[in-house]
């Protein structure tokens, strides 16, 4: 039996060249406006948004929702990448940021940035969308933003190589960005 419909949600093009101004930056310092950590996965940050700090050109913010589709209700996600002077739902006040939740890394110039697709299918319908963002920087350290499986619309950061792999483990690989 063949899928009648496809629905594909990826993405867009603004995004996308959001995601290739990060190509030599170093990422230091994420906020968040809340945070969720599991005792079974330590290593897995999951938050409504993030808000990437980038040396004096404000902020690039993963944030996303989810849908589903008309007919069978197979739920997707779909990211929403933007830049901002702001990081996301942080009150700021006389330049000052008050956020809850602030994650410290030390990814030196990214090199790489991969975008990780899932697909879905069922009876009559089916679904692709990009359900991964994989950074990379030259001395290998990655960061791995991706949809948490809910209908919640949170977002997951992960840092260990491990639970990057087993995330990535059924993605395919849709789009390569290279500092090159």
Known sequence: MTTEKEFIRHIDNKGINILKSLLGENV???????????IDRP???AASSFSISIAKSGYVIIDGDWGD????????HFFEISKSKRPLNIKVKDKALFSPCIFHFALESINAIKVFSLEIKGHAEAVKYDSAILLESVDG????????????????LLYAKDEIEDKLREMTLRLALTKD
């Open 28 to 38: 230091y310092t994420i906020y968040s406006p809340d945070f969720e950590i599991s």
């Open 43 to 45: 290593n897995c940050i």
């Open 69 to 76: 589709t008309t007919e069978e209700g197979i739920d997707f």
């Open 141 to 156: 350290f990655q960061l791995c933003f991706s949809h948490q499986s809910s209908i919640i619309g949170m977002k997951e």
